[in-house]
Nanobody, 125 residues
Framework: QVQLVESGGGSVQTGESLRLSCAASGRTFAGFAMGWFRQAPGKEREFVATISWNGGSTNYAGSVQGRFTISRDNAKNTVYLQMNSLKPEDTAVYYC??????????????????WGQGTQVTVSS
């Protein structure tokens, strides 16, 4: 079992930044890939960013490439999502997820078996 708790969401203006954190507990954090997904009202949950077990490899959705950065600190059991140049279309509930048993990153929801409760990000114009 892995427990995931997101924090750092909030309301910002277009062009501003936020940093999301996801604290993990219950299992050796360094042993699996992590990802961030988001879900806007009335839409499917979509992939945002993912990172391999040791932070050596990352992948991003095209819509956030160059603006968002995923990172992890295995000593602190935490994964981060730095979000810069935010746009209104980034408004969503953001979820972190753990892919237990997988070392390499993945953009597929089906590869993730534990999810956090989500944190709201609202970007106004």
């Amino acid at each position: 079992q892995v427990q995931l708790v997101e924090s750092g969401g909030g309301s910002v203006q277009t062009g501003e930044s936020l940093r999301l954190s996801c604290a993990a507990s219950g299992r050796t954090f360094a042993g699996f890939a992590m990802g961030w997904f988001r879900q806007a009202p009335g839409k499917e949950r979509e992939f945002v960013a993912t990172i391999s077990w040791n932070g050596g490899s990352t992948n991003y959705a095209g819509s956030v490439q160059g603006r968002f950065t995923i990172s992890r600190d295995n000593a602190k059991n935490t994964v981060y999502l730095q979000m810069n140049s935010l746009k209104p279309e980034d408004t969503a509930v953001y979820y972190c997820a753990a892919a237990i048993g997988r070392l390499g990153y993945s953009s597929m929801k089906k590869d993730y078996n534990f999810w956090g409760q989500g944190t709201q990000v609202t970007v106004s114009s």
